[in-house]
Nanobody
Framework: QVQLVESGGGLVQAGGSLRLSCAASGSIFSINAMGWYRQDPGKQRELVAA???????NYADSVKGRFTISRINAKKTVFLQMNSLKPEDTAVYYC???????????????WGQGTQVTVSS
């Protein structure tokens, strides 16, 4: 089993920044992809950003140029730096961990509990 613990959510004004962290523990030897998803009530969960152990990254179009995902492989820790935040970024953000199924996609089998990010206008 893999456990994911997130931190760093909160309330920020539009234009501000937040940094989310996610640390994986447990049977992490098989994990080679980690990412962040978000979900607003009444909407589908959407991928925000993902990163592989090799450093390849993928971003949703809505966050490109504003968000940056990074990781520390040895600690299976992933970060999401969020800059120039907008009210539409408000959501619960979930950390996810899994394995690559193709060079550009992954199956995420493990999820964190979620952290609330609220951006006020």
């Amino acid at each position: 089993q893999v456990q994911l613990v997130e931190s760093g959510g909160g309330l920020v004004q539009a234009g501000g920044s937040l940094r989310l962290s996610c640390a994986a523990s447990g049977s992490i030897f098989s994990i080679n992809a980690m990412g962040w998803y978000r979900q607003d009530p009444g909407k589908q969960r959407e991928l925000v950003a993902a990163i592989t152990s090799g450093g390849s990254t993928n971003y949703a179009d809505s966050v490109k140029g504003r968000f940056t995902i990074s990781r520390i492989n040895a600690k299976k820790t992933v970060f999401l730096q969020m800059n120039s935040l907008k009210p539409e970024d408000t959501a619960v953000y979930y950390c996810a961990a899994g394995v690559l199924t193709t060079p550009s996609s992954a199956a995420y089998n493990y999820w964190g509990q979620g952290t609330q990010v609220t951006v006020s206008s």
